[in-house]
């Protein structure tokens, strides 16, 4: 069994709102970044949470980080600007590289 195997396969959705935790962005304000209402990002975060098998918001900000390898969020001149003008150019957005 490789590393790669271990990793919880998330959907795209779900990586997407991962991505947006890392930034410490509030469920709202995901919300209003991916046109969808922030029950979905609860529901798509809980998900996340459990098959990743995390305890907190925290905890998925650093997965998502350290684990899923984020460069942009993980790098000083990392910018939340970076990071959409990537999302409008890619269907999945960061994790899906």
């Known amino acids: 069994m490789t590393p790669k195997d271990l990793t919880p ?23 209003v970044s991916l046109r969808i ?23 998925a900000a ?8 984020c460069p942009r969020a993980s790098t000083r001149n990392c910018s939340l600007k970076s990071w959409e003008k990537e999302m409008s150019a890619t269907p999945y957005g960061p994790f899906d590289q």
């Open 9 to 31: 396969q998330l959907t795209p959705a779900e990586k997407r709102v991962l991505s947006l935790v890392s930034f410490g962005k509030t469920n709202k304000e995901i919300a």
């Open 37 to 59: 209402s922030p029950a979905t990002v609860k529901r798509h975060l809980e998900n996340v949470l459990r098959k990743a098998h995390l305890r907190n918001r925290v905890e």
């Open 62 to 69: 650093l997965y998502g980080l350290v684990v899923k390898g």
